[in-house]
Nanobody, 125 residues
Framework: QVHLVESGGGLVQAGGSLRLSCAASGPSIRTIVMGWFRQAPGKEREFVGAIGWSTGSTYYSDSANYRFTISRDNAKNTVYLQMDSLKPEDTAVYYC??????????????????WGQGTQVTVSS
């Protein structure tokens, strides 16, 4: 089974940047799709973007497009979420996730079956 561990969250001012990491371990990780989600207090979990590990194909939500970039490092078995031009409304717990049937265009969190522990991102105004 794939195991995911996020890191890199923190406090940043509006307009700043953060890079989150998701380290993956387990069988066949180079064939998986890695999604990023976020959940703000009192809100539902929201799709941010995803990447197909083998192809590098990416897909983003409207709120993330042009500000966030997902990439992967095969040597480190790690996927990154680079977040630029951060806004206070980006404040949330961010999760990476995967699942056996998801594509990089899969936005429904219920289809992702393995989740990391989450990392808090707080953007101050």
């Amino acid at each position: 089974q794939v195991h995911l561990v996020e890191s890199g969250g923190g406090l940043v001012q509006a307009g700043g940047s953060l890079r989150l990491s998701c380290a993956a371990s387990g069988p066949s990780i180079r064939t998986i799709v890695m999604g990023w989600f976020r959940q703000a207090p009192g809100k539902e979990r929201e799709f941010v973007g995803a990447i197909g590990w083998s192809t590098g194909s990416t897909y983003y939500s409207d709120s993330a497009n042009y500000r966030f970039t997902i990439s992967r490092d095969n040597a480190k078995n790690t996927v990154y979420l680079q977040m630029d031009s951060l806004k206070p409304e980006d404040t949330a717990v961010y999760y990476c996730a995967t699942g056996p049937t998801v594509w990089w265009t899969t936005t429904n969190s219920r289809e992702y079956t393995t989740w990391g522990q989450g990392t808090q991102v707080t953007v101050s105004s």
